[in-house]
């Protein structure tokens, strides 16, 4: 079973580094070889603005900045495999 993953790519979202965590996760995937077992998908707006970059996560929304983009995705994309 994979993990679906989805960024916000709304214009706030976009404005916070939607764009940089993206990268990261895909970074991330890259460098532990998890494409088949992590799915990312862009989303337009979450409907969650007034925090960092909205990303759900098997269909919880949590607010992640491109400072804490890694640590997200080892403590809580990771956690899931
Ligand atoms: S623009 Fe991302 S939650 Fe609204």
């Known amino acids: 079973m994979s993990v679906a993953v989805k960024i916000c790519i709304g214009t706030y ?3 916070r580094g939607a764009y940089n965590v993206l990268q ?4 991330e995937i890259e460098e532990r070889d998890l494409h ?3 799915e990312i998908s862009g989303s337009f707006c979450m409907g969650h603005c007034e925090n960092g970059v909205s990303v759900e996560v098997d269909g919880k929304i ?7 983009a890694r640590e997200f995705f080892e403590g809580t994309i ?3 495999l």
């Open 24 to 27: 990261l996760f895909q970074h």
């Open 62 to 68: 949590y607010s992640v900045s491109p400072e804490s």
């Open 36 to 38: 088949d077992k992590i």
């Open 13 to 15: 979202c976009h404005l």
């Open 78 to 80: 990771l956690k899931r």
